[in-house]
């Protein structure tokens, strides 16, 4: 196959992400992510995929060790219901377990709905 294009630039969530990785390393172009935080995209699956935000792991940890620092007991963790922040909460769940925190809640709200609801306020 031959390629017109020198990079890959995007796209917004880990789903797309992964799939667009598979391309990159067929054609051997940088693929370019700014926003894709999922860890399992290593750079030995995917030499070609560039990950410049800190992934889910970095960013939960980072989050559990504030809330554990701040002596908070019991978390409800709010988020849209998708791929991306699925295995973030996943992820920060695993870190409050592991610093013992009493009790870990989570609600999610339909993306559609929460697009919809910004845009009418």
Known sequence: MNADF???IGPYGSVMAHALSNVANEFH???L???????SLSPLQYPYFIQTA???LFLMTAISETIHYFSYREVTAIYTDDDQFRSSIYTLGNQLRDK???SFLQS???TRLF????RYS
């Open 6 to 8: 020198v990079a890959v």
């Open 29 to 31: 172009v940088p693929f």
């Open 33 to 39: 992510s700014f926003t894709s935080l999922e860890p």
């Open 54 to 56: 800190p992934n889910d």
């Open 100 to 102: 013992r925190c009493k």
């Open 108 to 110: 999610t709200i339909a």
């Open 115 to 118: 697009i919809n609801s910004i």
